[in-house]
């Protein structure tokens, strides 16, 4: 299928009705008339990304005549992994993980070396003993959620002003944090949901020995490359396979998901069990507005500068090409996604009808404020301009936002050695504090996560890091800032060049060993190393944490304008919505399912076959050309197995890696993408043509089978030890 | 040679000394040593881009022993071509004109089609008749020059305000161009030089028939891409060959270059004889801050943007690559060349050292000034003052850059059928108003180029300026101007995508035809065409006149300033000095030479060989592959030919095609590039490391004779019949 248009050319799918801002897509003057069905009919949309401890049981009884047990509950929620910022599953009983290529790709890339591109060419081990270890990596598995909303709102009492409120929140959020890690030994967090309307206890098992079993070719994880990334229909194999093991064996595992060899049918119930990062559902029309004319434009210039440093560094040799793989395709995925979810802001039907929603909702909060009904500590007033105070921090946010980015959030200094010499500089600052008031990512509660990828092993490449240091050094000088005494004290005399090569060529950083005896020696032992690096983060950081400081707090003044909005929006709508992503455990529901683009039915699934199709018609050009593997061995495919499908489950970034479950609980396939038409579901979910892309359960088994020697881990998928083709998946 | 450097990580070169700047490059402590001696030393550097009507003569007959005679330079004036924004030559009485490949690329591009790909392909006319015309192209030749400075500045009275001012000054110039063109029947263009101290008048004799006869592979003329762009040593064939008709029949051309077979020696005196388009040389500190903290990171923006929007979209297949490929090289080019010049700008040395410089000459001025040596005219207090004027004016016109840039220059509306329908709603309303006071691009003296450009067939890609608009569009609505009165216009209620669509697929305009009526029927034709992209350019003329207007005006403010200054250097240094670059004929010279990098030498060229050896090391990995004319024929070639070498000459952009002769004027090499030390020949001129790179004559003839079966045209350039090599040029 031949697609030339880019997001922001896609004709725009029609909403479903459960959004503020959903009556944008309603066409012609039906909006107000759908926009007022939305109140009284229940929905019947497969959306939301529900809380496993809230999960839609109603919804899927009325709609599916499916029961969501506590126990089958249970079940997919200890099979699901959180796996870096993104999501995996246990496949097996003995440790077993699936995620996708593009989620375990960062662990491929420092497995590699110029003589042994594992991202490139694939890996698979054979034996347990070739399993690899992948330094830094780490999974959890949320094992318990507790309700901590009372005790925090307790310690955070109304009324005070918006920087002591976020210092009582901190404070309250890492005793809550530490006391339980102490107690139960597992790594705790309390995740703000519903804007700050709930606060709840998540408790992790955590596993740091994780071995790379299996992985394809790039080429064939990320067939189409950028052109096909967020497309469909797709062939891509992005899958990637890795082993838990505790105290040097693999680990044992009761719950893990079990195979299923056919997939899902057409229109079959699935579920999705995954992370998903962050959606802006619940934003004001106001805060809309400033991702679209400030942030988003902001974000994809960096974005775009980003990806002509790294695409023209890559062009220049094979080697460049390895080295800054990850950083690239990184930036490229964030890019086109951001393109996306801007056209849909700049659609002006959207906001428009997000601004008549938003209108009604303040009318009937102001109803309910007068009513009585919100209880004590919503005074009428503070509730009503909860919408004012939220434009107004909002506004003193943008004031800052560049500065935040360049200097907090580190825009300005991009380099990985930078990061660990602000890592060592801060932590030993931060841990001479009580834990209550340290940074956040300094607190008892992180330190060991924090450690485990402070001291991995990671290869560092100086000639790039020079570039990036350099890049961004430029960038922190640009618009008018190269005068500012922060960007003066970053710079030193020195062109951003200058003073990037002799930082990285100066700084001991690279070295594991170094870092630990750093972080160990604590302040002294820095202030001795006269690294110049360490001087670098040194001179910026009381300029980074002022900034930081100014903006947590006017993000704390949203919060808490948003609690209160939230509040009133569940006094109206009861207990039935799920609150925004927060890249923790969700569970998302749907169906298998095609859709018209252009005039033209989608079917739901392809085929193995069509994959050497779409190479053919490209001519094998890259980026649509074959891994050699996949070329000399097509005859020993059953090339009508399915390949990728889609369904209409509500997924987001942070998704990736997810299991698709079908009744039973069977792995019928993992998230890898969502569509274009799927890239508004930042702000809102559609199902008229936006879908989740999956690969499907029988072509990893047939892939693995047959085409890459690897019947023993295929068996350990399917969960038994005969081979389903030998008299093909021997030959090899 | 590896090189995994950008431009911003290169080691910075050490200046010559003439220019304000050039102490920064001093190493330690004898800068301002060295910068006094610049004041009584005569320069030895090969610096400059002289007018043919005051030409180096002494330093070139001192240091060369060379004697520049009226005969010699009146020759070589009458061979160079102005070939779009760049350079050409004359190769043969019978008008053949060699350029570069980038230089005919648009033209190429324009001729290709999805069947024939003369770009990628090549082409050659083995008859008279398979010459193919090139729409749209022109070329001019500079046959005289004359002083108008007296009857400009009698126009242009002291006292007026900067938009009188600049009223008076576009009357006057409308008026000497038009009275010359009637005059003569030559195009007459006025240009500004010294930076207002002088306006002389040039006339052209054009030549509007000009059909393609020779172009390489683009692979082959752009050998490494842009990795290898701004690089040396380099393996680039790139040329192209066009031949200029007239009346139908080809030009009957007197002056044209002889060939040199052999081409440079080392360390041979060669010149340069071309058309550089811009340098900043003469710009005060703060306006070089401008460019270094404003304009460049800004430029930037928009040119790493536009390089992903294209990159994306030529992904998608083989025919999007074609199409977008012209933009896509523009955009890489301007990239690669701006990020080298901010890394200049961003060196603190040199702008330290550009402060005392300036400084300096203001003590030198004022001291003039008080002498009363300046004449009448020139008031003590507007020439010390100057300065200011300049600082002050810079800064309205940075207030309203963004504006100017997005409205005026089009950023906000990229589409060449934008540029279509403004021309042709301006020209319908500037042609109704008396010559002197109409927009500059719609005056008399234009009109002939004006209208071969706008009636020329040329192929528009719906898909591509669909995109292209709908990316700009995004654009002017982004960073806050989302409200603002003009935006609203401009998009009218839809979204970017939206208004971009239906005005691509709405107009007419991609019809020369209907182009020629609009143009024809005037007011009344466009009023009645209801043509979308007419209207949209209707509905931002306003604001983009009125940002026009204002930023003329300071313009204007800051010519007269430096005019001021210019007239007080030209007393204080008398006539030894160049005018910055305009896009006017120059004469450069220097010598051939290599040049010390990171402690190796570079030698001054490259051989055939090399491009072999260079490609194998890169594993013939895209761009570094080779065309399979060129792996199929290698043993038809003497690999000894020299291919590239390099020059101390003074150029920039602009200059590409330029031809290189030597003493006796013959031809020995092209202009195609300079390497990435040369970056900052915006700022100053360098020559310890700083080269012209050009294709070697002897290279050109080896592959026309022995690889491309064109032995006619290549006995046509060195002038005679017989073969060089008939034993292995007839075997194909």
Tied chains: 1, 2.
Excluded at 45 to 52: K, V
Excluded at 322 to 345: M, P
Excluded at 377 to 405: C, D, F, L, M, N
């Amino acid at each position: 299928m031949s697609k030339e248009l880019p997001a922001s050319l896609r004709p725009r799918p029609q909403a479903n009705l459960r959004t503020p801002l959903a009556a944008a897509f309603c066409p012609g003057g039906t909006c107000l008339l759908l926009a007022m069905l939305a109140v009284c009919v229940p929905s019947r949309a497969d959306e939301g990304m529900w809380l496993y401890n809230h999960p839609p049981r109603e919804a899927i009884r009325d709609k599916y005549g499916f029961e969501l047990t506590d126990a089958w509950l249970k079940h997919l929620q200890l099979c699901s992994v959180r796996f870096g910022g993104a999501s995996g599953e246990f496949v097996s009983e003995e440790g077993l993980i699936l995620s996708n290529h593009h989620v375990g790709s960062r662990a491929l890339q420092r497995l590699s070396t110029k003589e042994h591109n594992y991202l490139r060419d694939g890996f698979y081990a054979r034996t347990r003993q070739e399993e690899q270890p992948c330094p830094g990596l780490e999974v959890s598995v949320l094992e318990e959620i507790e309700d901590v909303t009372a005790r925090v709102n307790a310690a955070v009492r109304p009324g005070l002003a918006d920087e002591e409120a976020f210092r009582a929140r901190r404070a309250i959020l890492a005793a809550i944090e530490k006391e339980s890690q102490d107690k139960t030994g597992l790594r705790s967090e309390v995740v703000t949901l519903y804007q700050g309307a709930e606060y709840h206890l998540y408790r992790y098992k955590q596993y740091t020995d994780i071995r790379l079993v299996f992985a394809p070719e790039e080429q064939t994880a990320f067939y189409g490359g950028d052109p096909d990334n967020f497309e469909y229909p797709r062939f891509d194999l992005d899958i990637c396979l890795f082993r838990a093991y505790e105290k040097g064996h693999p680990a044992k595992i009761e719950h893990y998901l079990k195979w299923s060899r056919n997939g899902p049918a057409d229109h079959e119930l699935v579920f999705v069990s995954g992370h998903p990062g962050r959606t802006d559902r619940l934003r004001t029309v106001g805060e809309l507005e400033y991702l679209r004319d400030w942030e988003y434009p902001r974000t994809l210039q960096r974005l775009n500068r980003l990806e002509v440093l790294y695409d023209a560094y890559s062009a220049r040799s094979a080697e460049n090409t390895r080295r800054a793989r990850n950083d690239l395709f990184g930036v490229r995925n964030s890019r086109k996604a951001r393109e996306g979810a801007l056209a849909g802001l700049l659609d002006a039907k959207l906001m428009q009808a997000g601004r008549a929603s938003e209108e009604k909702l303040r009318a009937s909060v102001r109803t309910l404020v007068e009513s009585g009904k919100l209880g004590a500590g919503a005074s009428p007033a503070q509730v009503e301009q909860a919408w004012e105070r939220i434009a107004q921090a909002q506004q003193a946010i943008a004031q800052r936002a560049v500065e935040y980015e360049l200097l907090e959030q580190g825009a300005g200094f991009n380099s990985v050695l930078f990061r660990y010499a602000r890592s060592l500089l801060r932590s030993a600052v931060e841990r001479s504090k009580p834990d209550g008031v340290r940074l956040e990512e300094y607190q008892e509660a992180g330190r060991a996560s924090f450690e485990h990828e402070l001291f991995a092993e990671n290869p560092v490449y100086e000639d790039l890091e020079t570039l990036k240091l350099t890049d961004s050094l430029t960038s922190l000088a640009g618009n008018g800032r190269y005068n500012q005494p922060v960007v003066r004290k970053a710079l030193s005399g020195l062109s951003p060049h200058e003073r990037a090569f002799t930082a990285v060529h100066g700084t001991k950083l690279a070295s594991p060993a170094k870092r630990r005896e750093l972080y160990e020696g604590g302040l002294q032992a820095l202030d001795e190393a006269h690294d110049p690096m360490i001087e670098l983060a040194r001179q910026v950081d009381d300029e980074a944490r002022a900034v930081r400081k100014e903006v947590e707090a006017r993000r704390e003044a949203i919060r808490q304008a948003h609690a209160q909005i939230g509040k009133a929006r569940y006094a109206l709508e009861g207990a039935n919505q799920y609150p925004d992503a927060t890249g923790t455990l969700r569970l998302s529901y749907g169906v298998v399912a095609g859709y018209e683009e252009d005039g033209q039915h989608v079917p739901f699934q392809t085929t193995l076959a069509g994959l050497y199709q779409r190479a053919a018609g490209q001519n094998y050009r890259p980026p649509f050309d074959l891994p050699e593997r996949w070329l000399a061995n097509e005859k020993k495919l059953n090339l009508a197995t399915p390949f990728d499908f889609v369904c209409t489950a509500d997924i987001i970034g942070g998704n990736s890696g997810s299991p698709v479950v079908n009744r039973r609980g069977e792995f019928v396939g993992i998230i890898f993408d969502g569509n274009i038409q799927s890239l508004v579901a930042d702000f809102l979910y559609t199902e008229e043509q936006a879908r989740a892309v999956c690969v499907h359960s029988a072509a990893i088994i047939e892939a693995l089978q047959n085409l890459y020697d690897a019947k023993p881990l295929a068996e350990e998928l399917i969960g038994r030890r005969e081979s389903l083709r030998p008299e093909t998946g021997s030959q090899r």
